[in-house]
């Protein structure tokens, strides 16, 4: 019998059948502590391997893929993976974005990847980060800001009137993941009835940018856009924050089905502990207060999100959790991903705490490269309990933000900030 209420149950061979892909890990290997002076293995086969990740041909512009068995140029991928891989990869960066600018619907509705014969996906919504990702790509150049501005605001415009809330918030779509593949408040379920923290959080990222670039191209709605960003994160802290268990939580957007004299003025609160949860550490949406809170009782809590080996996909308290290996849905119920661990630690360093995030960061740098001499490559993710590697030999994607994640918190640098 498990020991959890709802154990995994992954039709492995089903899945395999259908994408004619193995995606089965190399051996597993020992995990030892590393002095800084030895973890230069990663940074060392990320330049190495940078060159295979980036496409030349195929596509309009110059653009990025995540490695693996993965060879479309995906949305948040490509911007992850980007940001690890400048200033070597500029112009895949930019052109990443600019084929998928080029590829935005009339209506505004964003691929979420575009394949290498040139179609476009857009049955997935992409997650919404292409103006944050254009403040970095076009930074310095005014003209081409103008010249994608329109196409921005349709994609705010998308978003704004196909899923923002009654309560300020943004739900997401329905029949689509968001990235974070089985995420239980999302998988199996309808989309457009849930708010989601990290889809919120990037939200607000975007608000951010876009009164950046509008700067440049529409100064004087520039305001108008800092304003809403700030309505958005007060909508956050207000209606996702729950104060008994401090930390953050999705919200169910599902209509009232009947009310008699009271209106209902509150909002139901998710319970599944996510790493989408702790997003508003990385986007700086929460208060000094809440990070204190967020961070002391589950980011640091061994019990929580922190392992040996990095940042648990989910918490090990969720009843969900585990560390088994899936493709489609990928599994981010319990492995430690580079993305997570990552960005996580990005937060924790913008609240102060970048001894716990250096400590923390180091650790999953620490078991790439043990990867590495093992079994020359990384993985997609790793188990949370005994760092063997999961699934996805050569997945490179946000891996690449390894190549640079330690001496960016030594040096208080986060390439991810807007």
């Excluded at 998928?100 to 996906?121: F, H, K, M, Q, Y």
């Excluded at 980060?129 to 005014?142: I, P």
């Excluded at 809403?228 to 956050?236: G, N, S, T």
């Excluded at 989910?314 to 560390?323: M, P, T, Y």
Aim: proline share 6%; hydrophobic share 40%; charged share 25%.
């Amino acid at each position: 019998m498990s020991d959890r209420p709802w154990p995994a149950q992954f039709d492995r061979d089903g899945q395999r059948a259908a994408s004619g892909k193995n995606p089965d890990p190399r051996a597993t290997f020992p995990i030892r502590p590393r002095p800084l002076g030895e973890r230069h293995e990663l940074a060392d086969y990320l330049d190495r391997i940078g060159p295979l990740v980036m496409r030349d041909q195929g596509l309009a512009h110059p653009y990025l893929v995540p490695g693996a068995v993965y060879d479309s140029l995906w949305t948040w991928d490509a911007y992850f993976l980007g940001l690890g891989l400048l200033p070597q990869a500029e112009t895949h960066f930019r052109g990443s974005l600019e084929n998928l600018l080029e590829n935005v619907l009339d209506d505004g509705r964003p691929p979420s990847l575009i394949r290498a014969d040139g179609t476009a996906e857009h049955d997935h919504v992409a997650q919404p980060l292409h103006a944050q990702w254009a403040v970095c790509a076009f930074e310095g150049d005014a003209d081409t800001i103008r010249a994608w501005w329109s196409t921005l605001v349709s994609i705010r415009g998308f978003f704004d009137r196909t899923t923002r809330d009654r309560f300020g918030l943004y739900a997401w779509v329905d029949g689509s993941g968001t990235g974070i593949d089985n995420d239980p408040a999302i998988y199996g379920r309808p989309g457009s009835r849930v708010a989601l923290v990290d889809m919120n959080c990037f939200h607000y990222r975007e608000l951010r940018a876009m009164a950046r670039l509008a700067a440049v191209a529409d100064p004087e709605v520039a305001p108008e856009w800092e304003a809403r960003a700030e309505e958005l994160r007060d909508a956050i802290n207000t209606y996702m924050w729950d104060r008994s268990t401090e930390r953050y939580c999705h919200v169910d957007l599902t209509e009232p089905t009947w009310r008699t004299y009271q209106e209902i003025t509150w909002a139901v609160q998710l319970q599944g502990h996510t790493w989408a949860c702790l997003f508003p550490l990385w986007a700086g949406v929460a208060t000094g207060e809440q990070a204190d809170r967020l961070i002391r009782r589950y980011v640091l809590d061994s019990d929580e999100f922190l392992s040996g080996v990095g940042i648990r996909s989910s918490a090990k308290s969720q009843g969900f959790f585990n560390n088994v290996a899936m493709s489609n849905p990928s599994n981010w119920q319990g492995p430690v991903w580079g993305l997570p661990t990552f960005l996580v630690c990005y937060g924790l360093a913008r609240y102060g705490y970048t001894a716990e995030a250096d400590r923390i960061a180091g650790r999953l740098v620490g078991v790439m490269c043990d990867d590495i001499v093992a079994n020359g490559t990384i993985h997609e993710y790793y188990d949370s309990e005994t760092g063997a590697p999961l699934i996805n030999p050569d997945f490179i994607s946000w891996n690449m933000l390894g190549r640079r994640i330690l001496a960016d918190l030594r040096t208080h640098v986060d390439p991810t900030s807007i």
